[in-house]
């Protein structure tokens, strides 16, 4: 949906681009987590940092690919994009730690 231009006229509430990229990366993150951790009853921090820094460059790639489809890359949404990892990443932390 990132690549998708928006319709002219279009609006959304303040801040509403902010949390939909913050749900995006954040559900992106903990679904494709999950996945990759397979049947792991552990994850170390290592394995944590890494799995954020890939969905956070993701994120830019996403940021700056927009700007050829007629959308504008923003730092903002970026840092939304951002927050979003870090939370999933979190809870793939804490749930990784339990050995559930």
């Known amino acids: ?3 998708v231009p928006i319709p002219k006229g279009a609006t959304l509430p303040p801040g509403g681009d902010k949390i939909i ?5 954040f559900v992106l993150t903990l679904l494709g987590g999950r996945a990759a ?4 009853r552990t ?3 290592a394995w944590a940092v890494g799995w954020a ?3 956070a460059a993701y994120g ?3 940021e700056v690919i927009q ?3 007629g959308r504008t890359p923003a730092l903002d949404e970026w840092l939304a994009d951002a927050c979003g990892v ?3 990443t979190a809870i793939l932390l804490m749930y990784g730690r339990r050995g559930d």
Do not use: K, P
């Not at 951790?37 to 792991?40: A, L, P, Q």
């Open 1 to 3: 949906m990132t690549h």
């Open 60 to 62: 830019v790639a996403d």
């Open 21 to 25: 990229h913050f749900v995006a990366y």
């Open 43 to 45: 994850v170390t921090l």
């Open 53 to 55: 820094i890939v969905y």
């Open 67 to 69: 700007g050829f489809v």
């Open 37 to 40: 951790m397979g049947r792991r």
């Open 86 to 88: 870090a939370v999933a």
